[in-house]
């Protein structure tokens, strides 16, 4: 997507097509800062961090981050210790496993001396594929939008509420709840977007406004326990959201705080969407919610906000000093209140059989 008017992409190769190039996003709105990553560590760090985050990104840069272990040592014993390194970055996103997976695939029957040249053309492999995935989730997810747009008479907006960013930044490009927004805008489909902030990391308010900012689409930041009032008041058509790791049963697992907006949508009658590419569903879990590990981050992010202080970036405290704090990072949405899956296969039931039609293959 463009920045400033130049096409960008969440992560690319630099100039002597070793190094990687991501976009710190924990700087975002407010600096627009590309960091290179030369190292595993560096790409572990980012992960780790959140420079880079949002469940494609994170694989995508996982395998990037495998092509910089190998530059370190291609050996066997040093593939299983990148893979294990990178594995343990975050434990939620069911893309990293998948994407180290995938390399380990490629470079275990490779000698060393094979194995760098592998590992960046599956690594390139991996981001082009989850950028096609995500044009075709905003061409069928865009498809929805355009028969709401219809069905009121094509006479006001489409309101669409989404929680967190499954935007660009949290893919290669395009991403997956906002692609079909994107693709509605150019479409010249009238859409307006209620943003979740999304505490505690502010995903919504610092990312996806800024994503809705640089394109010129129309939106409005909301705290997160607007969404019912909202949707009671007849103000969302849709919800879309993304997901880190979708279970066999269609169950989905993403950002804290979306299974209350499914719950709010469910009581009012609003179809409930989650956007994703095959990438985020993981065929061994049927169980969502006794399943999915879910990742606890450090309380100082639920005991401090982060925003703009004379020009600074800067770190506040909003509770008194010992008040503990717990942070589950992501919850589990269960398939009864998902209305539908948007893939890039097309658009499918939440359900194991729903899943099928559209896999056949994971059969
Ligand atoms: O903790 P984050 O920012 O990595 O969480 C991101 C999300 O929850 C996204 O909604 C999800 O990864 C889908 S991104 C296309």
Redesign the pocket.
């Known amino acids: 997507m463009d920045v400033h008017g130049n096409p960008y992409r969440s992560i690319r190769l630099s100039q002597d097509d070793r190094q990687v190039e991501i976009i710190d996003q924990t700087r975002l709105p407010h600096e627009f800062v590309v960091v290179r990553l030369s190292t595993l560590d560096q790409a572990v760090e980012a992960i780790c961090d959140?420079q880079v985050?949002?469940?494609?990104l994170?694989g995508a840069t996982a395998a990037y981050g495998f092509c910089l272990g190998l530059l370190e040592n291609a050996e066997d014993k040093s593939l299983r210790v990148i893979a294990d390194t990178l594995i343990r970055c975050r434990p939620t996103?069911v893309n990293l496993r998948w994407a180290v997976q995938r390399m380990l695939t490629v470079l275990l029957p490779l000698s060393p001396s094979e194995r760098v040249a592998a590992a960046y053309e599956e690594a390139a492999a991996i981001c082009e594929e989850d950028v096609a995935a995500n044009k075709d989730i905003g061409k069928h997810g865009g498809g929805l939008l355009r028969e709401i747009w219809e069905k009121k008479g094509k006479s006001a907006p489409v309101n669409i509420l989404t929680?967190?960013?499954?935007g660009w930044l949290?893919?290669v490009d395009w991403?997956?709840?906002l692609a079909p927004v994107f693709r509605a805008h150019m479409d010249s489909i009238p859409v307006h977007v209620w943003v979740d902030e999304t505490r505690p990391?502010n995903?919504g308010a610092h990312l996806t406004a800024w994503e809705l900012v640089s394109a010129g689409i129309d939106h409005h930041l909301i705290v997160d326990n607007a969404g019912g009032h909202l949707m009671q008041h007849g103000q969302v058509d849709i919800c879309i959201?993304?997901?880190?790791r979708t279970a066999a049963s269609g169950d989905v697992c993403?950002?804290i705080g979306t299974y209350l907006k499914a719950l709010a949508a469910f009581d009012n009658q609003v179809p409930f969407y989650v956007a994703l590419p095959g990438s985020t569903i993981d065929w061994q879990v049927s169980d969502g919610v006794g399943e999915i590990p879910i990742e606890e981050r450090a309380p100082d992010e639920v005991l401090q906000v982060q925003g703009l202080h004379e020009r600074q970036l800067v770190q506040v405290g909003i509770a008194p000093a010992n008040t503990p704090a717990a942070n589950p990072?992501?919850d589990v949405t269960p398939a009864r209140l998902v209305t539908g899956l948007i893939t890039e296969r097309g658009i499918c039931s939440a359900s194991r059989a729903g899943l099928l039609s559209l896999y056949p293959e994971k059969g």
Do not use: E, L, S
């Open positions: 959140m985050r949002g469940a494609p994170i996103a929680h967190c960013n499954a949290a893919t991403g997956t709840a990391r995903q959201v993304g997901t880190d993403n950002k990072a992501f």
